[in-house]
Every structure is written in structure tokens, then in C-alpha cells.
């Protein structure tokens, strides 16, 4: 049984990450856990802990809250309704990102599954300001960030960003191998250099372990070179490819921090045009361990 939540905000980015996540799982028993939080411009007032004012606020924002839930689980039943799928709601006066957070650990989340803008209507850089936050505070689970106008497609083709310079654990490769065997689809490593040089022997190392793990899925490697930044490399190389998920492992100077530390000027025509697998940093990978891993695999 897996556990997949899904904030809303009850724009309808909000809800085509929902329907994109109930069909991909759509195969697969699931509880899906749909939050809302709500958080009144009253609240961040002193005076509001004796403030009769805010206390109708807070609780008109409650009401719209349980009552968008509601309407949310409707729609659900109206348009993407299956029997292996059950529902919980969560209405919390609180930050989005303490709210997930604290859910995540409590019901074993699986995967977050959430849209790249707000309702707001006011378009992010890079992806909505909402899902950067919760990549950098959510350190326990993968996050999926479905762009806006993404209609779902079964992602046959997936992408795997990486610089090979730090070793995977199995745990944190566990959802893209598991995405890639239910959908039978094809892994595309692909390593993006400013300029073209040989892999270092630890990077070597790395990329064969890598392929030991996707050695019973169909998988290619694909260096390429740096096109002005690494957000339009990897946005031309997923047009290209027809890639219908991108993946990156999400660790210190990996390209998930690049992408979110490049200038602004670098990424103004990179938007998330198809869905973001953001994988948390689960292992130990420093250079010392992947010795001692190295020379565990020659000795035997």
C-alpha cells in the first residue's frame, strides 16, 4: 500500500497534480492524503490572540478549507474514481511546508506529489516558490512537481540527471527503478559537462554501480555538453528526447541546487515542462565511504 500526498490550494495546477497522481498509481492500492493549509494575514497580527476579529477570520479560512477539501474528493469521484484508491483530508491552520513535513513522518509518505505554480496565477522561475521550499525542508521523501499544463502520460521515457561524481544508495534510486518497472519505461542517464573530458575513476566507479542497479531495465547513457546553463541543457535534451519525467538526486552540488542557485537571468526560459522527480539525499556518500565500498566489491 503506498502513501502518496498531495498538497492543494484548490487551483487547478493543484488539481492536474492531483489527477496526474492518481493515474499514474492508478494500477496500485494507495491512500492518498490531500492537505490544505491556511494561513490568514491576521495571523502574523499580536493583537490576534484577543482579537475577536481574528478569530472570525481564522475560522471563515477553516470553513473554506474543509469545504474545498470536500470538493476536492467530489471531483475525484466525478473524473478519477478507483476502487484500489482510498482518501484522507488534512485542514491545517499552519505552513504548507511544517504541515507536510510533520504528515510525511506520521503516515509514512511515500512520495509528494505537487503542482509547480500557486494560485496566485504569478509564474515562478524555475517552479513555484512553494515547491522550492519544500525541496529544500522535505529531506525524507521524493517529491514529484507536476507543471502546470501537463496533461498525464504514462512516462515511458524518464531522465535521470546526474554528474556521477557521488555514489547512490538503493534506497534513494528505489523510486525511479520502481517508476521504470511498472511503466516499462527506458532510463536515460544523462551528464551534462561544461566541456568534454574523460570520467574520473571515481566517476567511473559510480556510473558502473549505477548501471549494476538498472541492470534488469532497459537504461542509456548521454553526455552532453553545457548549453549556456544546466536548466537549458536539460530542458533541450528532454525535448529532444521526448523525455516524459526528469529525475535528479537532490545533495550538495548536485544539479537540484544548481538549477535553484543559478542567476536568474540563466533560467528565465527554463519553466518545468514536464514532470520533476526530486530524490532526497537518503545515504552516506562522502569519499571515504565509496572507498571503503569500492574496496569491499574487489575483495570480494
Not at 472570525?56 to 477553516?62: H, I, T, W
Not at 531522465?159 to 557521488?166: L, S
Not at 550538495?252 to 514532470?275: C, D, G, N, W
Request: hydrophobic content about 40%; glycine content about 4%.
Amino acid at each position: 500500500m503506498k502513501n502518496i500526498l498531495v498538497p492543494s490550494d484548490f487551483s487547478e495546477n493543484a488539481w492536474n497534480a492531483t489527477r496526474y497522481a492518481i493515474e499514474l498509481f492508478k494500477s496500485q492500492d494507495c491512500v492518498f492524503h490531500i492537505v490544505n493549509t491556511y494561513t490568514p494575514a491576521i495571523a502574523n497580527s499580536r493583537f490576534m490572540a484577543s482579537s475577536l476579529g481574528g478569530k472570525v477570520v481564522a475560522d471563515g479560512e477553516r470553513t473554506r478549507s474543509e469545504n474545498g477539501l470536500e470538493l476536492v474528493l467530489e471531483r475525484i469521484k466525478n473524473t478519477c474514481n478507483y476502487s484500489n484508491h482510498s482518501f484522507k483530508t488534512y485542514s491545517s491552520f499552519r505552513l504548507l511546508v511544517d504541515e507536510v513535513k510533520e504528515i510525511t513522518i506520521e503516515q509514512k509518505i511515500d512520495l509528494i506529489v505537487t503542482g509547480t505554480k500557486g494560485a496566485s496565477g504569478v509564474d515562478e522561475v524555475f517552479m513555484g516558490s512553494n515547491t522550492v521550499r519544500l525541496i529544500k525542508a522535505v529531506k525524507n521523501c521524493p517529491i514529484l512537481a507536476i507543471p502546470q499544463f501537463f496533461g498525464f502520460e504514462k512516462p515511458k521515457e524518464i531522465a535521470f540527471a546526474t554528474d556521477f561524481n557521488r555514489f547512490y544508495t538503493t534506497s534513494e534510486l528505489k523510486p525511479l527503478i520502481d517508476l521504470a518497472r511498472v511503466f516499462n519505461a527506458t532510463i536515460r542517464i544523462v551528464h551534462v559537462q561544461y566541456e568534454i573530458k574523460a570520467l574520473t575513476e571515481l566517476q567511473q566507479f559510480n556510473l558502473g554501480m549505477l548501471r549494476k542497479y538498472l541492470h534488469n531495465i532497459e537504461h542509456y547513457v548521454h553526455t552532453v555538453s553545457e548549453l549556456n546553463s544546466v536548466s537549458k541543457t536539460l530542458e533541450v535534451f528532454s525535448k529532444e528526447l521526448d523525455i516524459h519525467l526528469l529525475a535528479m538526486l537532490n545533495y550538495q552540488h548536485s544539479y537540484v541546487e544548481k538549477l535553484t542557485r543559478e542567476p536568474v537571468i540563466k533560467r528565465m526560459a527554463f519553466h518545468a515542462k514536464i514532470p520533476l522527480l526530486i530524490i532526497p539525499e537518503l545515504g552516506m556518500a562522502t569519499p571515504s565511504n565509496q572507498k571503503i565500498v569500492k574496496e569491499k566489491l574487489i575483495l570480494g
